[in-house]
Each structure stands twice: as C-alpha cells, then as structure tokens.
C-alpha cells in the first residue's frame, strides 16, 4: 500500500510540474512560428498546437490522446528515434543543447522532416527538455 501511494503520490507531482510550465511557457507556444513541446518523460509532456498541426493533428489535445507507447515509438520515424534519444540524454544528463534533422511520424503515417533544437530546461528542481521544431 506504501509504495502505491508513494508512486500516486509522485506521478500527481509530475502532473502538476507539468501544467505549472505548460502555463507559464503557453505565451511562447502561442507566439512562436516554430512547433515546440516540453518533454519530462512520456506520460508529462506539453505541445503547442501548432507542432500538433506540423504532424496533421487538429490540436495537442488530439496528439497527446493518440499516442499509445511512448513519444519515441509513437511520433518518431524509426530510423531518427536513437537521434532524439541521445539528444534528450545528452542534454539531461550534461546540460547540452543540439540541433538535428528529424522525422516525425505524421497522423495517417506520413513523415514530416524538421530540424530540431533540443535543450534543457530546469524547473522547480526537474530537468526537462525544451524542443522547437520546424518544419524543411
């Protein structure tokens, strides 16, 4: 019972972590030409719509319910998804922005070639990665 509620208790944190930047940061999705998404892990992430709409979705509300595994599996064309991961890893792990080619997998199966910058963002204590995204 202990260690369900320590793990409900840690995941309504990440939640929350997760609205508190997505507000702060929806005047930049809003304004930004470029898509963006803020990534903790793949249940706590946020996109703006417009990076919805690069991958042929009405709205985050749709991308983010689509999904079924994880971000990598789900929205990264498969040859580009060990790219994205040592990306994120690099930059969690030493505080190192990267700019890369990448290929999204589109609503209906498509791709969407981009380039994306990748970098770290701390909030209230957590690493997170911050991704803007355009579209080549």
């Given at each position: 019972m202990g260690a369900q509620?320590?793990?409900?208790?840690?995941?309504?944190?990440?939640?929350?972590l997760i609205g508190s930047l997505a507000e702060e940061l929806k005047p930049?999705?809003?304004?930004?030409?470029?898509?963006?998404?803020?990534?903790l892990d793949d249940d706590h992430l946020a996109a703006s719509?417009?990076?919805a709409k690069m991958l042929k979705y009405r709205d985050e509300a749709e991308l983010l319910a689509a999904r079924k595994t994880g971000l990598l599996e789900d929205l990264v064309a498969k040859q580009?998804?060990?790219?994205?991961?040592?990306?994120?890893?690099?930059?969690l792990e030493k505080g190192t922005a990267s700019e890369f080619p990448l290929a999204?997998?589109?609503k209906g199966g498509g791709t969407v070639k981009?380039?994306?910058i990748l970098a770290?963002?701390?909030?209230?204590?957590?690493?997170?990665?911050?991704h803007f995204i355009s579209a080549v």
């Open positions: 509620h320590d793990q409900a208790k840690h995941l309504q944190h990440h939640r929350e930049l999705f809003d304004f930004s030409e470029q898509g963006m998404y803020v990534y719509d417009r990076f580009d998804q060990d790219t994205l991961a040592k990306a994120f890893n690099a930059a999204w997998r589109s981009t380039r994306v770290p963002l701390s909030y209230r204590g957590h690493m997170f990665a911050l």
